[in-house]
C-alpha cells in the first residue's frame, strides 16, 4: 500500500533527474531572495548555474545550526511574510530558538509526507491515532496531526501526559495506533502493567511510532513483546519539517527519506567530506521541495548510514540505518535538546560556583548536575550551599526547560582528566 | 563570656575524612579543645576549637580543605546541676536564641565552656 505510489516508486533515474531539477530551483531560490545564502555562496565562489550534476552539491556551503540561530528570526526567509501561514521552533534553547517557517503549499507537502509514513506502516483512513506528542511550537504534534488527517484517520490529539487519561481514550476510541517518544513509550508499557491492561488482548493497539529521541533496537524489541504491537521508528528535525523525513516501513529495516524532497548526503563530521553509501557519517540534508524556507546542505549532527540495496517494499527512496549517535555533544532529555553550553553558560553566571562541573545522564528522563561550589563560598554553614543549590536548579529550568538534579560537590573534588574536565558522563545506553 | 574562633571545615559525609581532617592536626601539633561534627545528608561539617586557630586555619587551606573561621561565643557554666540551665536561662530572657552549640570543658574542671553560635551577634554582645 502506498500513498502516493507513483512518487513512491518512482524508477532511480527518474527519482534522481527530479532531485537536479528540484535542487537546481531550490538554489536559485535562495540565491535570489536570502541574503546569508547569496553571500554563503559568494564565498564559496559558487553559483546556482554551477550546478550539472546532484554530486556538485558538494561544491555549495554548509548550513549549521548557529546559521539559524544567527539569522533569527527570519533572515532565512525565501519570501514575503504574507506567504507564511505557520512558525515551528526546535526547543530547548535559550535566548534565540532556530525558527522554520512554512507556507501553506509546504504545509500541504509535509502532510503527504507524513501520510506517505502513515500507510508506509499499513495504516488505513479506518485507523485511529493517538497523537501523544507535545502540541505547540514542537512539530511533533502537528505536523503529525495534518498528516495522519490528510490520510483520513480519526485522530486523537491527547498529546503528553495524564496517563490514566490516555489508557481511557484507547479504551473507548478503539485507537489503534500511537505517536510518543520512547521514553513515554517505556512508561506506558509499565503503566499497563501495574494497572494489569494486556494491550494485545484488552485494547486495539496495533501500531506504535517512537521518535523525538534516540533509542535502541533492544529497547524496540522490548516495547513490541511487552505492548504487542509493532512498534516503526521515526526520524525527523524542525528545520526539515518535524517527522516525516524518514520512517521505517513494514519491512523495518531502516528508514526511508523521501528522496524527491530531501537531498541526503553522509558526509566526514570532522573534515565534511562526502561518504559513500554504507559508511557511517554525519548526515546533511537539504530541502527540495519547500518554498517558505529552504535549507542547504544542513549539518544534522547525526550519526548513520545509507542503506544503499533496495528495499523489498518496493519503495525507490533510500533507507538510513539508526541513528548511531551525535557529532557534538547534544542531548535529549524528557524530549527537549540540550547543549552542555547551555548548562556552562548557566552555572558560571551564578555566584558561588567553582571551576568544576559534570553532567551525569542517567537516562532520558534524568539528568544530574554535579557542581563544585567555590572555596570562598562556604561560610561556616550549610544554609548558602543549601540556598546556592535551590538557585542553580531554577535558573538551570528557565534555561534548558527542564528541571535536573543538581549536587554540590567540595571544590577539587570533580574528577579531572588529562587536564580536561569530564564534562559529560552518559549513562543511557541509547545509542 | 569571651569570643573565641571557630573552624568549620566542610566535608562529604563519606568514610576518611575525619581520619584525613584529624592528621592535618596532628602533623602541625594543633591540639582540639572541642569539636561538634554535623551532618545533612551527603555533606557535613565539622566544627573545631583549637589552641592554635590561625595555624589551623593555614594549614587546612594548605592541605586543600574547605574551611572557613568564624567568631563564636564562649560562655561560662558551672560544671555542676544546673550550670547549663542558668546560661539558657538568661539567653532566653534575653531573647537571643542559639544556633549550633557544643561543649568546652577547661583544662582544671573548674567550669565549662557553652560554644555557640548566636545569630544575632551585635545584640549578643550587648547582653552577655
Known amino acids: 500500500m502506498f500513498w502516493q505510489m507513483e512518487q513512491e516508486t518512482l524508477k532511480r533515474a527518474k527519482l534522481e533527474a527530479l532531485q537536479l531539477k528540484r535542487l537546481k530551483q531550490t538554489l536559485k531560490r535562495v540565491y535570489d531572495n536570502v541574503p546569508f545564502y547569496q553571500k554563503a555562496f559568494t564565498k564559496c565562489k559558487v553559483k546556482p548555474v554551477s550546478l550539472k550534476s546532484v554530486k556538485d552539491i558538494e561544491k555549495f556551503p554548509f548550513t549549521t545550526r548557529e546559521d539559524l540561530q544567527a539569522n533569527y528570526p527570519d533572515g532565512l526567509l525565501a519570501c514575503g511574510r504574507e506567504d507564511i501561514v505557520r512558525l515551528h521552533t526546535s526547543s530547548g534553547t535559550t535566548g534565540k530558538p532556530k525558527a522554520v517557517f512554512f507556507t501553506k503549499a509546504d504545509l500541504d507537502n509535509s502532510a503527504n509526507l507524513i501520510a506517505r509514513c502513515l500507510v508506509a506502516t499499513g495504516c488505513t483512513k479506518h485507523d485511529v491515532l493517538q497523537n501523544m506528542m507535545s502540541y505547540g511550537l514542537f512539530t511533533g504534534g502537528l505536523v503529525m496531526h495534518y498528516g495522519a488527517e490528510k490520510l483520513g484517520m480519526l485522530i486523537i490529539p491527547s498529546a503528553v501526559g495524564n496517563t490514566d487519561r490516555q489508557i481511557m481514550l484507547m479504551q473507548d476510541f478503539g485507537t489503534t495506533t500511537l505517536h510518543l517518544t520512547p521514553s513515554y513509550a517505556l512508561y506506558l508499557a509499565s503503566h499497563f502493567e501495574a494497572k494489569g491492561i494486556n494491550p494485545a488482548k484488552d485494547l486495539k493497539l496495533k501500531r506504535a511510532f517512537m521518535g523525538a529521541e534516540p533509542y535502541t533496537e533492544e529497547t524496540r524489541l522490548k516495547l513490541e513483546s511487552s505492548m504487542g504491537i509493532e512498534v516503526f521508528n521515526s526520524y525527523g528535525l524542525t528545520e526539515m519539517n518535524g517527522p516525516g523525513v524518514a520512517f521505517e516501513c513494514t519491512e523495518k529495516n531502516g528508514m526511508h527519506i523521501w528522496e524527491d524532497n530531501f537531498i541526503v548526503e553522509i558526509v566526514d563530521p570532522a573534515t565534511g567530506k562526502q561518504l559513500p553509501d554504507g559508511e557511517y557519517g554525519e548526515l546533511v540534508l537539504t530541502t527540495i521541495n519547500r518554498e517558505g524556507m529552504p535549507i542547504i546542505r544542513y549539518r544534522t549532527r547525526d550519526i548513520t548510514a545509507i542503506d544503499p540495496v533496495r528495499c523489498a517494499c518496493g519503495r525507490t527512496h533510500v533507507r538510513i540505518k539508526r541513528i548511531h549517535g551525535r557529532a557534538d555533544d547534544m542531548f535529549i532529555i524528557r524530549g527537549v535538546n540540550i547543549y552542555p553550553q547551555q548548562i556552562e553558560q548557566v552555572l558560571m553566571g551564578v555566584n558561588g560556583v567553582g571551576k568544576n562541573y559534570q553532567i551525569v545522564l542517567e537516562s532520558s528522563e534524568d539528568m544530574t548536575i554535579r557542581v563544585e561550589f567555590s572555596k570562598g563560598y562556604f561560610d561556616g554553614n550549610l544554609d548558602n550551599l543549601k540556598t546556592l543549590r535551590g538557585t542553580l536548579v531554577e535558573k538551570l529550568k528557565a534555561a534548558i526547560l527542564v528541571r535536573p538534579k543538581v549536587e554540590l560537590a567540595e571544590p577539587g573534588t570533580l574528577p579531572v582528566s588529562e587536564g580536561k574536565s569530564k564534562r559529560v558522563i552518559d549513562n543511557r545506553k541509547v545509542y | ?128
Open chain 2, 1 to 128: 563570656m569571651k569570643n573565641i574562633k571557630q573552624l568549620s571545615i566542610f566535608a562529604e559525609n563519606k568514610p576518611g575524612k575525619l581520619e584525613h581532617i584529624t592528621k592535618v592536626f596532628e602533623e602541625n601539633k594543633i591540639n582540639i579543645m572541642a569539636f561538634n561534627i554535623a551532618s545533612q545528608g551527603d555533606f557535613g561539617i565539622m566544627r573545631f576549637i583549637a589552641d592554635k586557630p590561625e595555624k589551623a586555619l593555614e594549614a587546612f587551606k594548605k592541605a586543600g580543605f574547605t574551611i572557613s573561621m568564624n567568631e563564636v561565643f564562649a560562655i561560662e557554666m558551672e560544671d555542676k546541676p544546673g550550670g547549663f540551665h542558668n546560661v539558657a536561662q538568661f539567653i532566653a530572657k534575653s531573647g537571643l536564641n542559639i544556633e549550633n552549640a557544643y561543649v568546652l570543658i577547661e583544662k582544671d574542671r573548674q567550669g565549662a565552656l557553652l560554644i555557640c553560635d548566636i545569630k544575632d551577634t551585635e545584640k549578643a554582645k550587648k547582653t552577655l
